[in-house]
């Protein structure tokens, strides 16, 4: 039996254009269960697909996107003629409308790595649909029946001890085209801390339990308001935060690098999570405040993973990416710029205005955010900022706020604006407000856009003069003459006017100008 797991995450409608240097670890998670069992199994993009002949000799297909990727999961399914068609990822979290919209047969809800399990055992490993009385045994399922979807109970959220006893593939990277060049998610940690609540368009009774309750307090709301900001879905999905160990994640990132990756990073809603599951076990960690970050175990990984030779002689990165402010104190940003300095590392704003942050459920407020990014400046690092446009709650006032937000922000040493669209989510507090219309309908939008791109073009001007150490990726598809790369340490793309086929090399390049606000141009300087 063989296994085809299609990654679509971000394609939307066919093509990924603002993520192609962007690799995510669910898919090789779920390659991991396979190949635990001796089943092999092969993760391809969903591009290739749409743009080739369909792979042969797979007994299964399994799709993972989110919910902007139904139209090209639809287009793969369309052309899949073996055996089940699975679908999971943050799609399924409203699960009829993946299976009906993509044709797949079974959606998996939420973590999968147990569900998957107990579907092998029921005869998914044969390359068979288990009977629908099989399928009505296993947790965190939705299928087609005779009458209609069914879903079954949802599974509740892993223990870190069974999150930690499966193992991603680290061999399945090979399956995706950019693998030597793009950022690989390797997770450290899964799970959100922020079980604050959404108080817009709620009849909230303020009772107060979800900012000021215990931890097992926390956990639910009386009015079952989901938790968390409220254009997220994460807590909801996969519960409070459970960290991996360190040593796995070590041994992970070190069998990448020998398959030829370069760029890591180490994935987690917030990275600051990490090891505080331990500081309040066996309570589930449900206070995105308190206690302080785990220095002690943050610590231990960051110099572990400092300590492999491709880190030290710097022809391989590690990265950080998400940050709440709330837990980024002194202590914090100077553990951080210990290990990290000169590395790009992203920190939510969302919003400018300190009521509409409230009223969202945010963890932490805009006055935090900014005294975070001047800390985490001071300590050597690279800030950049996310914000949201259109969302719930969005007047000229907010607007105003957020456009001081994001030109203060830079005041305080942030390095790039980070601008996103408001979505609808299933199993968010806003899954009923209609997602956010394009800047170019909405004047408030606009300004936001224009704000953050005026910043965007002033750091990328600084930029000119310095040099960057980059690994190429591939050929411009505008240009032929000029190759594709990306910094070691993340940061805008660069291209490099050359002939050599140097894709999957690590070189330093000289920042000679600027192409656009996504865009620098460079020039070879020396090669590694």
Request: net charge neutral; charged share 25%; aromatic share 6%.
């Amino acid at each position: 039996m063989k296994a085809l797991i299609v990654d679509a995450l971000a394609s939307g409608k066919g093509e990924r254009k603002a993520t192609r240097d962007a690799i995510g670890a669910g898919p090789r998670a779920i390659a991991g269960i396979f190949e635990s069992r001796g089943i092999e199994a092969s993760i391809i993009e969903a591009e290739t697909i749409l743009t080739g002949d369909f792979p042969r000799g797979f007994d299964l297909l399994l799709t993972s996107g989110m919910t902007g990727d139904i139209p090209t999961i639809r287009k793969v399914v369309s052309r899949w003629r073996g055996g089940p068609a699975l679908i999971g990822g943050p799609v399924t979290s409203n699960p009829e409308q993946a299976l009906r919209k993509t044709g797949c047969e079974i959606a998996v809800i939420g973590e999968g790595e147990e569900t998957l399990s107990s579907l092998l055992d029921a005869g998914l490993s044969r390359g068979e649909l288990p009977d629908e009385n099989s399928l009505r045994e296993i947790r965190g399922l939705a299928f087609n029946a005779d009458n209609g979807v069914k879903m079954t109970q949802l599974r509740r959220v892993m223990p870190r001890q069974t999150l930690d006893g499966f193992t991603p593939s680290t061999s399945a990277i090979k399956g995706y085209v950019l693998y030597r060049s793009a950022r690989v998610y390797v997770e450290v940690l899964r799970g959100c801390s922020n079980y604050h609540r959404a108080l817009l368009g709620r009849d909230c009774e303020s009772c107060g339990i979800c900012r000021n309750g215990d931890l097992v307090e926390r956990y639910d709301c009386p009015l079952g308001t989901p938790p968390g900001c409220g254009y997220c879905s994460v807590p909801s999905l996969y519960g409070p935060p459970k960290s991996r160990s360190a040593s796995r994640i070590k041994d992970e990132i070190v069998a990448l690098l020998g398959e030829g990756v370069s760029r890591v990073v180490l994935s987690a809603p917030c990275f600051l999570d990490y090891g505080r599951d331990l500081l309040v076990e066996p309570k589930p960690l449900t206070d995105p405040r308190s206690p302080e970050p785990n220095y002690d175990e943050i610590e231990k990984l960051l110099s572990s993973l400092a300590d492999i030779p491709r880190m030290r002689d710097e022809t391989a990165a590690f990265m950080i990416e998400n940050l709440k402010a709330s837990l980024v104190t002194e202590k914090t940003a100077k553990l951080l710029g210990r290990y990290l300095a000169s590395t790009p590392v992203s920190i939510g704003f969302e919003t400018g205005s300190e009521a509409h942050s409230e009223l969202m459920g945010r963890p932490s407020t805009p006055r935090e955010t900014l005294r975070a990014i001047g800390r985490l400046r001071r300590a050597g690092m690279k800030p950049y900022v996310y914000f949201i446009h259109g969302l719930p709650g969005q007047t000229e006032e907010t607007v105003d706020e957020t456009v001081k937000a994001i030109e203060g922000s830079m005041d305080e040493g942030a390095e790039r604006t980070i601008l996103y669209r408001f979505q609808s989510l299933p199993m968010s507090a806003f899954s009923e407000y209609p997602s956010a219309p394009p800047t170019i309908r909405d004047s408030g939008s606009r300004r936001i856009h224009e704000a953050a791109t005026k910043t965007n073009m002033r750091a990328k001007d600084n930029m000119v003069g310095k040099i960057i150490r980059v690994v190429v990726a591939e050929r411009y598809d505008r240009d032929k003459r000029l190759l594709v790369a990306y910094p070691l340490k993340h940061g805008p793309v660069v291209l490099i006017e050359s002939p050599q086929p140097w894709e999957g090399k690590v070189i330093d390049v000289e920042v000679t100008g600027v192409a656009s606000e996504r865009i620098i141009r460079g020039k070879p300087v020396a090669m590694f």
